[in-house]
């Protein structure tokens, strides 16, 4: 028996996996603004309906999409300038329904498994608030079949990613945690508005080839751009090649946070952008080949540092970090199905580790060393290249083959300083006109060299060195 | 039966300025009196924009944005205000506003824009830092000027604007930029943006709040940036262009190590302000509704952001010169709407900043590669600098003393920014589109 659901009640579950969320979180911010009464429990409930409702949604959608083929969903214009018409469109294919499904899943024992975590937490409300933020940003992602409505939810992941790293904002590591990632994501952000610039230019329209089966008929240099566009937003949202530090210092954040965000789902996207683009970047020559190239040598520096790391989350952040590298490249070979499936695995694997880590330190000192557990005292490949040549390695590959400091050498500092003179110019030159100078600001000027460059990479210096000094 | 719609509207402007000479002399009173005198003034205004059919142009965009940020501000207004008889200056300002939105005649235009700029040059009783006035000579000076300018233009233009025929002579083309160097003056735009910068760091925030509403250079440039796109400078890179794009580059720059939100608020209002003055000029037929997406997002959005920094100013007591940080454990209401706030000011989904960040992007195409290229890194280096002086400022260790967050009052006030922020975010056809 095949039960047959009509175009217009797909489009309400479609709809439903995002409005549901959306409302919801919406709901909370309500409430935490006008400062009404909550109850922890009255907020469980609410995730667990929601999430059950996005379930049951999910499967109808997969149900009828295993029997009817890819979908293609149309909501209508959004917002139509002139002869300019934004339209929004969902799609249910082969590729979205498994992730959907997954993320679904996940999300929904991570909600659950926060709400006691986070018992009489004070920032319970807040978490929750990004939680569900989060799974409307996500469901948006994956069920985007145009640039427009991805990067909606790609922008919504990004900021409940930054916010959450930043949970425990009286610290100053998850502060500085949390600039280091929303800068990552920004750079990340760039390709995202070279493509909506630059993608309609190639393909005359916003959708995504392979979500309608439109093949690529352009090439050339306008091709060329828009791949590297994804890969570069690709890179920074799967925390590859030089955009991966950011991935460990995500980790300053709560547990279900980093199991949810960094561990499963959100690190995840830009490998699954890669799969949904794949038919721009497949039609210009070496771009499979740069795409290996970044994930070939991620894996490798990740399992390096990983390797060096005491901390159980920071080593698994590298562990992602290292399966994402290799997600890349069987994208590349355009082993398609298998990564996709790579990625529900591995999605799947590291929650139940990221959710298992605290309580596992624990169970070890309790219980490990009375059974005679003991950690491995030796590295079997290491150990044979000789004492001097071990520590050297070693010491490269802790301070992370040396990348944080390049890229703060090259491209953090320049900048940084490019603006402090531009900004001291303009002080220097208000206070000449202004005639009369103030104590505090002869006080001002005198620091502004230091003071303006310091607080600028205050933050990142202080990631590091952290990194560093552990 | 015929109705005269510019003296409906002057009768309206007439009302506020009488407000504001009640409210200056009756300083008890001020709230009463600037609320009843806001009350009465809107319905001639609503008469005339009834009657005057115009439906929708960037004058009402604003007068509309300028008219809720003068409720808010005097919903919200503390019984201590930092600044005495500041409701007889915010009427004051926001009748020479009127008069320069609602009037198209050129001398009555520059009448409005030297009268929304008495409330700067009247003299300040006291201020938090005990000066006499806390606005910076410079920024006085450079108003000055740019009135300067403007009256000379209106003048050399025969007290009529138009754009410069085929053949214009010097005196005309003087005019023009004459014009539009007083407009860049007021507006504090490259390369007079440091007057910018200093007045949104020294200036009264109400005052600031009520100017940034209404950027009456704007109308003009806007004007003028029209004319010229009509006169065929939209085809191809020319210096001007590319003048505009390198100082949004240059804003973008300068918003990574400014030293607090009111600069940062001023680099991104002058960063859209130029992107939507740029569209206009190169953009293509559609770039006119990206132009006004993108100024009522800088209006809407400069205007809440200010009135949430003022708060914190009000609750705080002071003015920091350096990062305290840990205003996020002591206000969290207040520090997370300027996170919201701020956000949609460089693209937050789901609110206008979005709606406007998409369809100036898909604008774009009209650019340059280079020139697009540079304006997408300002933008993306906007976003940065915005949450690294989150960070530096809101989030952090507490060393604040404990404080009360937003109470019932402001966070109405607040609403009148936040509603058309997020509803026109969903649903930007209920206003903007065709």
Request: glycine share 10%; with cysteine.
């Amino acid at each position: 028996m095949t039960l047959s659901l009509s175009l217009e009640t797909l489009k309400l579950l479609a709809a439903t996996t995002i409005i549901l969320p959306g409302l919801s979180a919406l709901g909370l911010l309500i409430v935490s603004f006008f400062s009404l009464p909550w109850k922890e429990e009255w907020i469980e409930r609410l995730i667990r309906s929601v999430m059950v409702v996005i379930g049951l949604c999910a499967v109808a959608l997969a149900w009828q999409s295993v029997h009817a083929g890819p979908l293609w969903l149309s909501f209508g214009d959004w917002l139509t300038l002139s002869s300019m018409h934004f339209g929004l469109s969902l799609i249910l294919d082969s590729l979205s329904i498994p992730y959907l499904i997954t993320s679904g899943f996940i999300a929904a024992i991570v909600g659950y498994f926060s709400a006691r975590y986070l018992h009489r937490d004070p920032g319970f409300l807040r978490f929750f608030t990004l939680y569900l933020v989060f799974v409307t940003g996500l469901n948006i992602t994956i069920l985007a079949s145009s640039l427009l409505v991805l990067v909606v939810g790609w922008e919504l992941i990004g900021l409940s990613s930054v916010l959450l790293v930043g949970f425990y904002r009286e610290r100053r590591g998850p502060v500085a945690g949390a600039l280091v990632v929303f800068t990552a994501y920004r750079v990340g952000d760039l390709g995202m508005h070279g493509l909506t610039i630059s993608l309609p230019l190639l393909l005359g329209h916003d959708t995504f080839p392979g979500a309608m089966g439109l093949p690529v008929q352009s090439s050339g240099s306008l091709a060329l751009v828009c791949s590297l566009l994804i890969i570069l937003a690709a890179a920074c949202k799967s925390a590859q090649g030089p955009f991966s530090l950011w991935l460990p210092r995500a980790m300053e954040g709560p547990t279900p946070s980093s199991a949810i965000f960094y561990g499963a789902l959100s690190v995840h996207m830009g490998a699954y952008f890669l799969l949904r683009t794949s038919p721009i970047w497949r039609a210009v020559d070496g771009m499979p080949w740069l795409i290996a190239a970044i994930g070939l040598s991620t894996t490798l520096f990740a399992s390096g540092v990983g390797r060096t790391r005491a901390d159980i989350k920071s080593m698994l952040a590298f562990a992602s970090m290292a399966q994402l590298g290799l997600i890349f490249v069987e994208i590349s070979l355009g082993w398609d199905q298998l990564a996709l499936w790579h990625m529900v695995g591995h999605t799947m694997l590291r929650t139940l580790q990221f959710l298992r880590s605290p309580s596992a330190i624990s169970d070890w000192m309790r219980f490990g060393r009375l059974q005679g557990w003991r950690a491995p005292n030796e590295a079997p490949i290491e150990s044979h290249l000789g004492l001097t040549f071990e520590r050297k390695l070693y010491s490269l590959v802790f301070s992370g083959w040396g990348l944080d400091k390049a890229m703060r050498s090259v491209l953090v500092k320049p900048l940084l300083h490019v603006s402090d003179t531009l900004n001291r110019a303009g002080f220097q030159l208000s206070l000449i006109l202004d005639g009369s100078m103030t104590a505090e600001q002869k006080r001002l000027l005198a620091k502004s060299a230091s003071t303006h460059a310091a607080s600028a990479v205050v933050t990142t210096s202080h990631v590091s060195g952290k990194a560093l000094e552990s | 039966m015929s109705l005269d719609i510019s003296a409906i509207h002057l009768i309206g402007v007439l009302m506020l300025l009488g407000g504001a000479l009640a409210t200056w002399v009756t300083p008890r009173l001020e709230k009463a009196l600037g609320t009843a005198t806001l009350l009465l003034s809107l319905l001639p205004l609503a008469v005339g924009a009834h009657h005057s059919g115009q439906g929708g142009g960037l004058r009402q965009d604003f007068l509309i944005i300028a008219t809720i940020t003068l409720a808010a501000t005097l919903l919200a207004m503390p019984r201590m205000p930092l600044y005495k008889r500041m409701t007889a200056r915010l009427l004051l300002g926001h009748a020479g506003t009127v008069l320069f939105l609602t009037q198209t005649a050129p001398l009555a235009m520059g009448a409005g824009w030297i009268v929304s700029l008495l409330p700067v040059f009247l003299p300040f009783e006291t201020t938090l830092r005990g000066e006499e006035n806390p606005l910076p000579r410079s920024f006085r000076m450079a108003q000055l000027a740019g009135c300067l300018f403007l009256m000379v233009g209106l003048v050399g233009q025969g007290g009529e604007l138009k754009p410069l025929p085929d053949a214009a002579s010097t005196l005309q083309v003087a005019a023009q930029l004459a014009l539009v160097l007083g407009a860049f003056l007021r507006l504090g735009l490259f390369p007079f943006h440091i007057f910018h910068i200093s007045w949104s760091e020294k200036g009264p925030l109400p005052l600031i709040m009520s100017l940034s509403a209404a950027p009456l250079g704007v109308i003009l440039l806007m004007e003028k940036a029209e004319s010229l796109a009509a006169q065929g400078a939209s085809h191809g890179a020319s210096p001007l262009t590319w003048f505009l794009a390198l100082s949004l580059g240059i804003y973008g720059i300068l918003s990574l190590t400014q030293r607090g939100l009111r600069h940062w608020t001023a680099c991104v209002q002058m960063f859209l302000w130029t992107l939507a003055l740029l569209l206009v000029i190169q953009g293509g037929d559609e770039a006119p509704y990206g132009a006004r997406l993108l100024l009522c997002l800088a209006t809407l959005g400069g205007a809440g952001m200010t009135y949430l920094l003022w708060v914190r100013e009000i609750r705080l007591g002071r003015e920091d010169t350096v990062p305290p940080g840990g205003l996020a454990d002591v206000m969290p209401r207040l520090s997370g709407t300027l996170l919201l706030v701020g956000l949609a000011l460089v693209g937050l989904p789901f609110t206008l900043g979005y709606v406007s960040e998409d369809v100036w992007l898909h604008l774009s195409h009209h650019f340059s590669g280079p020139m697009a290229s540079l304006i997408v890194v300002a933008y993306v280096f906007l976003g940065i600098g915005f949450y690294r002086l989150y960070s530096h400022w809101i989030l952090g260790s507490a060393s604040l003393p404990p404080t009360t967050d937003l109470v019932l009052r402001e966070k109405l006030a607040l609403l009148f920014f936040l509603v058309p922020l997020l509803v026109l975010g969903v649903i930007p056809s209920l206003v903007f589109g065709t």
